[in-house]
């Protein structure tokens, strides 16, 4: 079940800001077309097929009458042994390119309706009309992630542990068991957020502290979702999941008072819906939960979508990538069935949360970029070698690739590639992954590193500049202060060296040069300095991997774009 990663711990900071051009619409930004969006959703299958037709396939008329050794001891008493040899042939063919995802009968199955021939029992297995399990593990239909946000104890939890429940991904068992449990601590309540809060200690404080991490599938996706902690404390660890998110649920409680807790100064609703904005997130369901706390009253739904709606459109959503579902998260309602609850129905006939899941343009995939993940994980499991978890930011990586990991520039061999737990011979862009590395000591990879290309790296710097937005701050920023800056999942140490320059919002035209300090909701280009090498990109060569924040005694300050690397 709810897997939670060990990122607690981390010296991370919180928030960003963001984006793009700060200040200005991001229309150009995530603006797929159809025919655009369909080279990010690429499928596996076609990519199993190229390389399957590398293999000596065509060879499969050959490999029949004479080859005896190793009969298929299978639940095929008819076959005579030259069709077992044959039926074993295909099979050793069709394993080298399915691995252990299809069960030998599904192979079987396929085998003998194509006639032994291999190529067409692989494409029998990987075509549409094929076992739908099957199909989905190995073409990973649109690998989408998931992050949930949203001000403590606006539901999330339980929303989504419901979620999961409704999905048929919690044993019945184990849900009664929770029962039993949060009752007997007097938190009947919590059941189905204990779902996702997994250790001990969340359970005690009730409130999610790490980001916890469950699979689902939806009728088009492969949905990693990240419940991401709300709680100040562990703003950190949120950054953490949001900076591997595609889409985010920002969830929001509404109560009367507590919307608006949330939502003006101190609240984390604001501070997150910038931070996943900042990370890249660009389409955000926003969930009004709680809303049988209100009667389901349609006055206050829309009370709450025209206040976020606006907030938000300054935060630099479009209008159209985001959608309100009314929902109540303790009860189950409009999550995955349309909620038939008559108050609600009366006014509300759009989709229930799954739908709107669904719904959700697939990210991009810059397939064909150069090699990036940021190390969201490091751990060492049995086996040679150790386990990186992360998001690939760019390009693809197939078992035996030699990559190199900045810092410490230090090649490295893949040894293993496992998606969702299922072993992959590779996996591209959007693919959020284990990887089993070899070659380079564990004691030199920390959370925050990027495995890249060797032959096109990434940079490491100690020197920047950028165009940062600054969020409302109390005290104005000046030359010398020293931030946490906060990139992928890097959390690093710097100081602001320079204030080059104050820029307009929307033109970037230079107002005014070498400021003496910057204050709220300015734009403004400055330069900073790490006390390592840490590894950037420009933002024009590599939106996901050009973004950071910067953090300051605990707050987020700024969001900033990289625009020039200093030697
Ligand atoms: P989180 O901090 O956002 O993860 O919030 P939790 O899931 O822990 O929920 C906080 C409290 O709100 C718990 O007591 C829940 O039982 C309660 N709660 C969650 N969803 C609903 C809802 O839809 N309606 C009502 N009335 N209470 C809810």
């Known amino acids: 079940m709810a897997r939670h990663r060990n990122v607690r711990g981390l010296k991370y900071d919180e928030d960003f800001e963001d984006d793009d051009v700060y200040g200005q619409s991001v229309e150009d930004d995530y603006c797929i077309s159809p025919a655009t969006a369909a080279q990010f959703i690429y499928k596996r299958d076609d990519y199993n097929r190229r390389a399957f037709a590398q293999e000596p396939l065509e060879e499969g008329d050959e490999y029949a009458e004479d080859k005896v050794e190793e009969p298929f001891h299978s639940n095929q008493p008819l076959l005579s042994e030259v069709d077992q040899a044959r039926l074993q042939s295909c099979l050793d063919k ?324 496992a998606l969702h737990d299922e072993p992959l011979d590779w996996a591209a862009a959007g693919d959020h992954v284990t990887l089993t590395v070899t070659g380079v000591d564990i004691i030199k990879i920390n959370v925050g590193c990027i495995f890249c290309d060797q032959k096109a790296p990434i940079k490491t710097c100690m020197r920047f500049r950028a165009r940062v937005l600054i969020f409302s701050i109390d005290i104005p920023i000046t030359q010398g202060l020293p931030v946490l800056l906060h990139y992928q999942t890097l959390s690093e140490p710097c100081t602001i060296r320079r204030l080059v320059s104050v820029l307009h919002k929307s033109t970037g035209e230079i107002l005014k040069k070498k400021p003496k300090c910057l204050t709220k909701g300015q734009n403004a280009l400055i330069e900073l300095q790490t006390q390592r090498p840490v590894p950037l990109e420009l933002y024009k060569d590599f939106k996901e991997l050009g973004r950071f924040m910067l953090r300051y005694s605990g707050s987020s300050i700024a969001a900033g774009v990289v625009t020039e690397i200093k030697e």
């Open 94 to 417: 069709m394993r080298e390119v399915l691995r252990e995802s299809v069960s030998d009968q599904v192979m079987v199955n396929a085998v003998l309706n194509s006639q032994y021939d291999a190529r067409k029992a692989l494409d029998l297995v990987l075509s549409e009309d094929s076992h739908q399990k099957t199909k989905r593990k190995i073409q990973n239909t649109v690998p989408t992630r998931k992050s949930i946000v949203g001000h403590v104890d606006a539901g999330k939890s339980t929303l989504m542990g419901h979620l999961l429940y409704l999905l048929g991904k919690v044993n019945k068992r184990i849900m009664h068991k929770y029962e039993q449990e949060s009752k007997k601590a007097g938190k009947a309540s919590f059941a189905f957020a204990w779902v996702l809060d997994e250790t001990g200690e969340e359970r005690k404080r009730g409130v999610t502290m790490d980001v916890g991490m469950t699979t689902f599938e939806t009728k088009t996706k492969v949905i990693t979702l990240m419940d991401a902690p709300g709680h100040k404390d562990f703003i950190p660890n949120m950054i953490t999941g949001a900076a591997q998110a595609d889409v985010a649920i920002l969830v929001v409680d509404a109560s009367r008072g507590e919307f608006e807790a949330g939502f003006e100064a101190g609240g984390q609703t604001r501070e997150h819906a910038l931070l996943v904005r900042s990370l890249g997130v660009t389409q955000l369901a926003v969930v009004v939960n709680k809303m049988d706390q209100v009667n389901w009253q349609p006055e206050r739904f829309k009370e709450i979508s025209n206040k976020l709606g606006h907030f938000l459109k300054q935060a630099g959503f479009k209008d159209s990538d985001v959608a309100y579902i009314p929902t109540t998260g303790l009860n189950g309602e409009n999550l995955t069935t349309r909620s038939q609850i008559p108050e609600l129905k009366a006014w509300y006939n759009g989709p229930c949360l799954l739908e709107q899941i669904d719904s959700f343009k697939p990210p991009q995939r810059p397939v064909e970029k150069p090699f990036r993940l940021c190390v969201a994980d490091v751990f060492k499991d049995q086996g040679s070698g150790f386990s990186v978890t992360g998001k690939i930011e760019a390009g693809y990586v197939q078992t035996g690739d030699r990559l190199l990991v900045m810092p410490p520039n230090e090649a490295c061999t893949i040894k293993g590639i």
